[in-house]
């Protein structure tokens, strides 16, 4: 049970994609706090006994549920929709798979492979992966936005102005988030939930997780942004960063290709130091290590460097 | 004086670009400490007197000296030179410029600015920009490299697999970076010492402040990295995040394009907020703002942020 919230949106208010026309699970009024439920971004095809086989069968018609919309009153075009984010209430499930065709390295990684993880959510204390790697949890939503002004279904994983499957790491609990608003009402939706995820998410998927979150509406009228921008009240990767980093580079005149190399290298640092699994090291790579653009202005190379914090294994 | 070093290579011991037929200015057994005199990146053109008309007038056959080269003996094609960065010994005076032509936003700013700086060399306390903003300060060399096998003169301004120009802000005291080695004796150059900078360098300069480098050579044999990597002893943005972040974001199909969309939103965020000119934002994001790349693997659509430290105006 929420105790702050003037709203709960359950479970069963979601959609697949957005779609302006889709009629809104509730009407609020600026200042309202709503808690939603967030079903996983599966849809609930993955649960704790789920194993790589069942990634081969996944129906994509159910992925990336969100739960909404909510129709914000008052909002504009050109307004933006403020978010506070309250609160997560995870569930202490979750899992993180390598989907073939999706991620940064899917050339090299073919095949579909899957981690369980079970972590406490009261303590939220990191979680094991493995044997011995213990990856430190940040809940937030990876799916987080208002509809979109043209007409029709829209897929769900391109994120877009006005938000949607931004993934952004730190839009965790504290942050304030503005989003472009392009229909009346906002027509806000969340899901997507994560326990855990590294700035790229760089093998396609987070810890997923369902979970509830809670979160505060307002409205800044005719702020007129262009993308989508947030306050954080504090550090963002002090969970991460005790032990320091280990940090491989990609060098060169494409961002893309420097992140892959950068990566790529760090998932051979691991799995030879570690003794695991290429796979296992990216999705690793996927929920703690974080892709910085270190230079981009020294004409015509560029370095992208990928963070991998040592806590993980010390 | 330094302490702890068996060698010091002075400022006079200073080359322009990279080629490998330049004659050693020390021969080093591993093992060896050895301190660099390093010139700022303007080869001293601007001191603290000169003003954003000395911009128009830099000479760039003059940019960017290295102090070097050192021969490592037994180093080999193959290996790698394992630097340990003991120590920077800053000195206090600094500059940060927009060159025309030159930077993330070449496009919109266009005309030459200047800041010089001036801030405590023993304390490294927080360094005044304007009239109310204090950048974190955390010095470190922004070229460190070694020599290319492919003969000829190569231009320092692009960074390549062997190092050079790699502005990566992280490679402070106490980071143990590894180089590939492509010729006999390694040949390594060091200079472009920075008093700060953010990730992504994005105005093209950093606080350029001339500074002495103080570095520990080993050797790692037949190590065959494809490309540079750094091990941190620790956190490497508690300088700058006690305050949290105002973040930015570029939302598209290209990396590039939406590095240059998170940094224009921050630049106007600032300007407006704090009443300072859009160039001076743009300096200010470039000594302190980090780019991120949130998101790498939702098809077509990418995130990329600019995380500016709220501690800068708070």
Redesign the interface.
């Known amino acids: 049970m929420c105790t702050k919230c003037d709203y709960t949106i359950h479970s069963h208010h979601h959609h697949f994609g957005w779609d302006n026309s889709i009629e809104p699970a509730g009407r609020i009024a600026p200042g309202t706090t709503v808690e939603f439920e967030c079903v996983d971004s599966s849809g609930g095809q993955l649960t704790a006994k789920s194993t790589a086989a069942d990634i081969a069968t996944l129906s994509f018609d159910k992925i990336n549920p969100v739960t909404g919309p909510i129709f914000v009153d008052g909002a504009e075009p050109g307004d933006a929709l403020k978010i506070t984010i309250e609160e997560f209430k995870p569930s202490g499930f979750g899992w993180t798979a390598n989907i073939p065709g999706?991620?940064?390295l899917a050339d090299d990684f073919k095949d579909p492979a899957l981690n369980i993880w079970s972590y406490d959510k009261g303590s939220m204390e990191p979680a094991l992966f493995g044997k011995n790697a213990r990856v430190p949890l940040k809940a937030f939503a990876g799916t987080i936005g208002n509809a979109l002004a043209e007409p029709g279904l829209h897929s769900v994983?391109?994120?877009?102005?006005v938000g949607g499957?931004?993934?952004?790491?730190?839009l965790s609990a504290g942050t304030v988030l503005y989003l472009p608003v392009e229909v009346a009402g906002a027509l806000f939706s969340v899901g997507d939930t994560h326990a855990a995820q590294g700035?790229?998410?760089?093998?396609?998927t987070a810890i997923e997780s369902p979970m509830n979150a809670v979160l505060t509406f307002e409205l800044e009228k005719q702020a007129n942004l262009?993308?989508?921008?947030?306050?954080?009240?504090?550090?963002?990767?002090?969970h991460l960063?005790?032990?320091?980093?280990?940090?491989?580079?990609?060098?060169g005149a494409d961002?893309?290709a420097g992140?892959k190399?950068?990566v790529s290298?760090m998932v051979d640092?691991l799995a030879g130091r570690y003794n695991i699994a290429p796979v296992e090291a990216y999705m690793l790579c996927s929920v703690c290590g974080?892709?910085?653009?270190?230079?981009?202005?020294?004409?015509?190379?560029w370095?992208?460097?990928f963070?991998f914090p040592?806590c993980v294994f010390e």
Chains 1, 2 share one sequence.
């Open positions: 999706f991620g940064l994983v391109p994120p877009r102005r499957n931004l993934d952004i790491r730190d700035d790229g998410e760089v093998c396609g262009a993308m989508p921008r947030f306050t954080t009240p504090g550090p963002v990767t002090r960063d005790a032990k320091g980093y280990e940090v491989t580079t990609g060098v961002l893309m992140a190399a950068a290298q640092l974080d892709l910085r653009i270190s230079e981009i202005v020294d004409m015509p190379n370095v992208v460097s963070y040592r």
